[in-house]
């Protein structure tokens, strides 16, 4: 597991300021040998990370544009069961949610994180061109005699989704630490948190625009101009990204070799030493050479660092399981009330909206108002503590949800309080209570993730081990995966234990969906104070692996010198075109 080079052990680059084609290079450059100017002394190179984010904002465009209507394409187009549909969607966002770990090993172990994203950003672009060729009414066009037979588009489509949804693990995985790369020692500490918090926020920019604008068109136009869309943007990103590589704008990384196998190896025989280890002296510290083992102290350090970080990741499990309600409960609930306010009638999945417009303006908020006055007072806001913030709300979401269950159960039964609706050709009993009672349901979820998502993000980059940050990002991804299967599966074992009088039978009213969400608040609630317990015991580590105060913010580990320096944001250098260690020049 090979440390970064110091910026004097590596060799001068080019005047684009990086030296793609020394494969041994470990940290980006920024001038050569002549040049007396420190890292510290340059600015983060903004074009190619903003290049780099491009992928994945267009990464989501295409999943969302694909998933939220990938039902609807399905029974209606391609003459799928409901059944069949709903089996093939749960597939694609499964898969898409569980391959991330293995896009962190290719890029880590094999071909590195560049390499790693233009393979799987062009698989992308493949995958829905061929989507887009599914969707295509060529007969229309070209005449039947001129056109592939349905046969062909049939057995093509599943190939399609398959291909996009291991791209997306590929992306994920190394998109975000990839990017954070190309500025690493360039970024002080307050310009690090703003940028996982943006790149939060060009994300969401992306998932709005594919529910706004691109649902929309897949419904009342055309389904192949959607997928088309995301298509044209995913080729102009990849292009983009082999264009800055070509010209020596990205620090191209290399891969570390096989360091999970080496860290599977450390495991196998810290185990095999349990009981012939010496007095004093751990499981895992048995197996350094200096005890006789076979591997490097600094080897064994990073996969105790793995055993840190792994806890966190699965207390977030659970609140994946609230974030995916959005998507299922949430929906269920808003199907049955009133979506009319006159002639206009709110489409459900319209609600999404909130959550997304929520992230879209907390994130400036919180960037550029809230987290600067709390340096200037003196309050700091450690990561975890962040992702604790967000978990609260997020429990506080399902208890809202919990309380307009009760809410419209009640107006069902009162008189004149329940009518017929029409929903997308199905007809259900509503309550009459206005559907934006759930707003600060999807709202509050929405300010949950500006702390979970970002804070979660920076904490993976800052607390894995250099040589496995593929990988621990696949793994964060991985928690979206095990929290949606968590969720099913909790839902199976309830409508079992229930029988016969089901919380969450196939009628929502004929159910108790107000103790699904009491008892999501309750398990929220337990797991909240686990995750207080190891948050308040948690040792933060630095970028250079060394431990710090478990009480210290890690956010305050690589302040600079001048502390007006560090208080920049990322947003700050971009307006004025300058780094933000030059603030105060």
Not at 419 to 443: H, K, R, S, Y
Request: hydrophobic fraction near 45%; aromatic fraction near 12%.
């Amino acid at each position: 597991m090979t440390e970064l080079r110091t910026v004097d052990e590596v060799p001068s680059g080019p005047s684009s300021g990086y030296n793609s084609d020394d494969d041994t290079e470990r940290t980006p450059l920024i001038g050569s040998n002549n040049d007396s100017a420190t890292t510290n002394d340059r600015k983060p190179p903004f074009v190619p990370i903003i290049g780099i984010f491009s992928i994945e904002v267009c990464e989501r465009v295409a999943y969302y544009a694909t998933v939220a209507n990938l039902v609807l394409f399905c029974t209606r187009d391609l003459d799928y069961t409901s059944t069949e549909a709903v089996t093939l969607s749960l597939l694609f966002t499964g898969l898409g949610c569980t391959v991330p770990p293995l896009g962190g090993v290719l890029a880590d172990s094999l071909i590195g994180k560049y390499r790693a994203i233009c393979v799987t950003a062009f698989l992308h672009f493949v995958g829905m061109a061929c989507m887009v060729a599914v969707a295509f009414p060529f007969e229309s066009y070209f005449g039947p005699e001129n056109s592939p037979s349905k046969e062909t588009l049939d057995s093509i489509f599943p190939v399609a989704l398959v291909v996009v949804a291991i791209a997306t693990g590929g992306i994920k995985a190394n998109v975000s630490p990839f990017a954070a790369q190309q500025a690493q020692g360039m970024m002080g500490a307050q310009t690090e948190r703003s940028f996982f918090n943006w790149y939060f926020w060009f994300l969401n920019v992306g998932t709005f625009f594919s529910i706004a604008v691109l649902s929309y068109i897949e419904q009342d136009i055309a389904f192949w101009i959607g997928f088309l869309v995301p298509t044209i943007l995913m080729f102009c990103a990849c292009a983009n990204l082999m264009l800055m590589g070509c010209l020596g704008k990205v620090y191209k990384d290399s891969p570390n070799g096989s360091v999970l196998l080496k860290t599977f190896k450390i495991l196998f025989f810290s185990v095999g030493n349990v009981c012939k280890r010496r007095h004093g002296v751990g499981c895992l510290d048995s197996v350094k050479l200096e005890n006789g083992g076979s591997f490097p102290a600094e080897d064994v350090e990073d996969v105790k660092m793995l055993g840190k970080i792994v806890p966190v990741f699965l207390l977030q499990i659970m609140y994946r399981t609230v974030f995916f309600q959005m998507q299922t409960t949430y929906f269920l609930q808003g199907e049955r009330m009133k979506l009319n306010f006159g002639t206009f009638e709110t489409p459900v999945a319209a609600l999404n909206l909130f959550y997304v417009v929520t992230v879209l303006l907390f994130v400036p908020l919180m960037d550029r108002v809230v987290y600067p006055a709390m340096d200037r007072c003196g309050v700091n806001l450690p990561l975890l503590k962040r992702i604790g913030i967000g978990m609260t709300l997020g429990m506080v979401s399902v208890a809202w949800a919990a309380m307009v269950e009760t809410l419209r159960k009640h107006t069902l039964i009162s008189p004149g309080g329940a009518f017929q609706q029409d929903v997308g050709g199905e007809t259900f009993t509503a309550a009459n209570m206005c559907i934006l009672w759930q707003i600060p349901q999807f709202a509050l979820v929405g300010c949950g993730e500006v702390f979970v998502m970002a804070a979660g993000s920076q904490f993976a980059y800052s607390q894995a081990p250099k040589t496995l940050r593929g990988v621990v990002f696949g793994c964060f991804a991985l928690t979206f995966a095990f929290g949606s299967f968590f969720g099913s599966i909790l839902v199976d074992v309830l409508n079992q234990m229930t029988a016969g009088a089901e919380w969450l039978p196939d009628e929502l009213n004929d159910g108790h969906a107000d103790y699904f969400f009491l008892l999501l608040t309750g398990l929220m609630a337990i797991n909240l104070l686990v995750f207080a317990y190891v948050a308040t015991n948690y040792n933060y580590v630095t970028n250079e692996n060394a431990d710090v105060d478990k009480h210290t913010n890690v956010d305050d580990v690589n302040h600079s010198d001048d502390e007006n320096l560090s208080k920049s944001s990322l947003i700050d250098s971009i307006e004025l075109g300058k780094s933000p260690l030059h603030m105060t020049a």
